[in-house]
């Protein structure tokens, strides 16, 4: 492993920026600081942390600040109007400075300590793309028919976009930096997630997953529709992706 990493002047600059978009998670933000933050300030490289807020109605971003007060590296993004998913992602990609950018939900289904093993994974073999899989690893307390709906979304991806990955949709994915910030923005839901990915496959992007565990939600309410994102996978697969980049 490579990092971390010193800019000119000696100061540690962030190899990966965070992004996790959220809404209404009070509850789980009065929790960073030992679920989050500890994590993240012992992991074996510098990074920026950057919520990006859709308009939460539950005080999250004043919880969100609060939870971090003292450390800089921790940002948090307002918005005063309702932000769907995947404009939340796109607003805070300006402000990332890290050589990766890494993508993950608030309720903390998948764990801050695994990032390390997907940078590694990414610096050893030059990948635009490293995955977080839970079906190379595991699931913990899912229930069944999310189970059942997650494994058929993804089965069916895999199909249309590509047998080499076995998880589109779970929202844990570290990228290059300039590969995600030219990547088009179609989908504004969860789709959006498993769309990134299938772009960046279909530009010839080098790909690899690293097994993790994704377990259940404890904290807050989940905001996934799970109607409405069956519809936007079945969206992205009859439209497929182009491979082009952003203009």
Do not use: H, Q, W
């Given at each position: 492993?490579?990092f971390?990493r010193?800019s000119?002047?000696g100061r540690l600059?962030?190899?990966v920026?965070?992004?996790?978009?959220c809404?209404?998670?009070a509850?789980n933000a009065?929790?960073?600081?030992?679920?989050?933050?500890?994590p993240?300030e012992?992991?074996?490289?510098?990074?920026?942390?950057?919520?990006s807020?859709?308009?939460?109605?539950?005080?999250?971003p004043a919880a969100?600040?609060?939870?971090?007060a003292?450390?800089p590296w921790v940002?948090v993004l307002?918005?005063a109007?309702?932000?769907?998913?995947?404009?939340s992602?796109?607003r805070?990609?300006?402000?990332c400075?890290?050589?990766h950018i890494?993508?993950m939900?608030a309720?903390l289904?998948?764990?801050?300590?695994?990032?390390?093993?997907?940078l590694?994974a990414?610096?050893a073999?030059?990948f635009?793309?490293?995955?977080g899989?839970p079906f190379?690893?595991?699931?913990?307390?899912?229930?069944?028919?999310?189970?059942?709906?997650?494994g058929?979304?993804?089965g069916l991806l895999?199909?249309?976009f590509?047998?080499?990955?076995?998880s589109y949709?779970q929202?844990?994915?570290?990228?290059?930096?300039?590969?995600?910030?030219s990547l088009?923005?179609e989908?504004t839901?969860?789709?959006?997630d498993?769309?990134?990915l299938?772009?960046?496959l279909?530009?010839?992007g080098r790909?690899?997953?690293?097994?993790?565990?994704?377990?259940?939600?404890?904290r807050?309410r989940?905001k996934l529709d799970?109607?409405g994102?069956?519809?936007?996978s079945?969206?992205?697969l009859?439209?497929?992706v182009?491979p082009?980049?952003r203009?």
């Open positions: 492993m490579t971390p010193r000119p002047d600059r962030p190899e920026s965070i992004v996790i978009p809404l209404d998670e509850e009065a929790c960073y600081p030992e679920s989050l933050f500890r993240l012992e992991a074996p490289f510098a990074c920026e942390l950057l919520f807020d859709g308009g939460s109605s539950d005080g999250t969100l600040e609060e939870a971090a003292g450390r940002r307002r918005s109007r309702r932000l769907a998913f995947g404009a992602i796109a805070a990609l300006p402000f400075s890290g050589a890494a993508l939900e309720d289904s998948f764990s801050p300590a695994d990032l390390p093993r997907l590694a990414a610096e073999g030059g635009d793309c490293v995955c899989s190379l690893g595991s699931f913990e307390g899912l229930p069944p028919l999310r189970r059942l709906l997650t058929a979304a993804n895999r199909l249309r590509g047998p080499s990955v076995t949709t929202i844990f994915k570290l990228y290059k930096a300039d590969v995600l910030r088009e923005f989908s839901g969860f789709a959006l498993a769309e990134l299938a772009k960046c279909a530009r010839g790909v690899t997953e690293v097994p993790v565990t994704m377990r259940a939600r404890t807050g989940s799970l109607a994102e069956v519809l936007g079945l969206r992205l009859a439209r497929g182009a082009g980049a203009p």
